[in-house]
T-cell receptor, first 114, second 111 residues
Framework: GENVEQHPSTLSVQEGDSAVIKCTYS??????FPWYKQELGKRPQLIID?????GEKKDQRIAVTLNKTAKHFSLHITETQPEDSAVYFC?????????????FGRGTQLTVWP | NAGVTQTPKFQVLKTGQSMTLQCAQD?????MSWYRQDPGMGLRLIHY???????DQGEVPNGYNVSRSTTEDFPLRLLSAAPSQTSVYFC??????????FGPGTRLTVT
């Protein structure tokens, strides 16, 4: 099955700086890569996703890049704010297949200091 | 739409007791799954279902049973609770080609 690795496990940045979280995957059949944000005591919620036919996707301060050849994808948060503090999870999946299951990384605890 | 709902929100069990965690969704999603979340371990898949009557095991299925008699409901049964099953449990659902929505979670403690 798929194996997703995520780094770093913890990340501290000053407010206004950028944050980058990186993930690698093992299965070349994976074609869907979502990122979830989980605030303390809450459920994970999708913040951005990318499909394998796209190399980069942006949504305001958040962007995701995908390198299919190297099998890695990254989350970029610019102009970080204290409310960005949360645990972020990457995942990979072969969407549209009979499996459709998500394989998650172990998460990155992001702390943004004011 | 209520989205994905889970009950109960909190539960304390004694070792050896059994219970069922309930999960329901009203979005007519084909795919439903159960995850457990432990500190530093991310979200680990317990069981999943690709449609009514069809279930399969995930990464950590031991000690848990599931069934999917309707599209809406996907209960998770603990047959004989163990302290190692102390965790936060999330149910999730999705269509084949859309995002996965998570329920609010159930915090389970086994003493």
């Amino acid at each position: 099955g798929e194996n997703v690795e995520q780094h770093p496990s913890t990340l501290s940045v000053q407010e206004g700086d950028s944050a980058v979280i990186k993930c690698t995957y093992s299965d070349s059949a994976s074609n869907y890569f979502p990122w979830y944000k989980q605030e303390l005591g809450k459920r994970p919620q999708l913040i951005i996703d990318i499909r394998s036919n796209v190399g980069e996707k942006k949504d305001q301060r958040i962007a995701v890049t995908l390198n299919k050849t190297a099998k890695h994808f990254s989350l970029h948060i610019t102009e970080t704010q204290p409310e960005d503090s949360a645990v972020y999870f990457c995942a990979a999946s072969e969407r549209g297949s009979t499996l459709g299951r998500l394989y998650f990384g172990r998460g990155t605890q992001l702390t943004v200091w004011p | 739409n209520a989205g994905v709902t889970q009950t109960p929100k909190f539960q304390v069990l004694k070792t050896g007791q059994s219970m069922t965690l309930q999960c329901a969704q009203d979005m007519n999603h084909e795919y439903m799954s159960w995850y457990r979340q432990d500190p530093g371990m991310g979200l680990r898949l317990i069981h999943y279902s690709v449609g009514a009557g069809i279930t399969d095991q995930g990464e950590v299925p031991n000690g848990y049973n599931v069934s999917r008699s309707t599209t809406e409901d996907f209960p998770l049964r603990l047959l004989s609770a163990a302290p190692s099953q102390t965790s936060v449990y999330f149910c999730a659902s999705s269509r084949w080609d859309s995002e996965q929505y998570f329920g609010p979670g159930t915090r389970l403690t086994v003493t």
